[in-house]
C-alpha cells in the first residue's frame, strides 16, 4: 500500500526567509507526485505535479519541487516565501496510470510571520 | 475556480441523522472521487465512481454510500451519523486519459458538523 510521509507537522518562518518541506513517499511502483494547498478554509488547490520527464517541477505562485527517486522524495521549495503563503500544504501519490485515488500525507501547517 | 462544484458547502445535523452530499463534476470529467478531511484522520480516500460504476472503495464506513449518476453528479449518503463524522468532505473529478496520468480536481467541499 501507498504511504506519504510529512515530517514537518507546523513551520513558522519570517517573511522573505527560504523555504523547503520534506515529502517522502512509500510505493514500489512508478507514481505521480502532487503538492496541494489549502488556505484557511478554502478547498485544495493544486501547486505543482510530477509525472516524468524532468524531475525539477516549477509550479504556480513561484513553489518549485524535486523528485528524488533514490529518496523516494518529494521537497517542495519556495526561495522567498510571503506572508500570504500562510496555510497548510499536502504532498500527495498515486501510481502512474489507472486514475486512482491520492493518498495524502498528514500536511504541513505554514505560517509566515510578516 | 477547478470547475467541481459541491452542495452544501455547510451542513448542520444531530446524531443519528441522514444526510446527502452533492457533487458536479468538471464537464467531461468521468471520475468521481470522494475524500473525507478531519483533524484526527487527515485526508482520507472514501470512494472513486466511473461513469456510474464503482471503482475503488476506500476507507469508507457501511454507514456510508455514494452513487453516480447518468448525468454524472455524484451523492455521498452518510447515515446514522456519529459525532466522528463530523469533518470536511472533498469531491474531486478527473478525465479518464488511459495510458497517461492526470490530475485530479477539487470541489469547495461540504463541512459537515455532528451534533
Known amino acids: 500500500a501507498q504511504s506519504v510521509s510529512q515530517h514537518n507537522h507546523h513551520v513558522i518562518l519570517s517573511e522573505a526567509a527560504s523555504l523547503e518541506l520534506g515529502c517522502n513517499y512509500s510505493?514500489?511502483?512508478?507514481?505521480?507526485l502532487f503538492w496541494y494547498v489549502q488556505y484557511p478554509g478554502q478547498h485544495l488547490q493544486l501547486l505543482l505535479k510530477y509525472f516524468s520527464g524532468d524531475p525539477l517541477v516549477k509550479g504556480i505562485k513561484g513553489f518549485e519541487a524535486e523528485f528524488i527517486k533514490s529518496k523516494f522524495s518529494f521537497n517542495l521549495r519556495k526561495p522567498s516565501v510571503q506572508w500570504s503563503d500562510t496555510a497548510e500544504y499536502f504532498c500527495a501519490v498515486n501510481r502512474r496510470f489507472g486514475n486512482e485515488k491520492l493518498t495524502f500525507g498528514t500536511g504541513t501547517r505554514l505560517t509566515i510571520i510578516p | 475556480d477547478s470547475g467541481v462544484t459541491q452542495t452544501p458547502k455547510h451542513l448542520i445535523t444531530a446524531t443519528g441523522q441522514r444526510v446527502t452530499l452533492r457533487c458536479s463534476p468538471r464537464?467531461?470529467?468521468?471520475?468521481v472521487y470522494w475524500y473525507q478531511q478531519s483533524l484526527d484522520q487527515g485526508l482520507q480516500f472514501l470512494i472513486q465512481y466511473y461513469n456510474g460504476e464503482e471503482r475503488a472503495k476506500g476507507n469508507i464506513l457501511e454507514r456510508f454510500s455514494a452513487q453516480q449518476f447518468p448525468d454524472l453528479h455524484s451523492e455521498l449518503n452518510l447515515s446514522s451519523l456519529e459525532l466522528g463524522d463530523s469533518a470536511l468532505y472533498f469531491c474531486?473529478?478527473?478525465?479518464?486519459?488511459?495510458?497517461?496520468?492526470?490530475?485530479?480536481?477539487f470541489g469547495p467541499g461540504t463541512r459537515l458538523t455532528v451534533l
Open positions: 464537464s467531461g470529467d468521468l471520475s
Open positions: 474531486a473529478s478527473s478525465v479518464e486519459n488511459w495510458g497517461a496520468p492526470n490530475e485530479q480536481f
Open positions: 510505493y514500489g511502483g512508478t507514481v505521480n
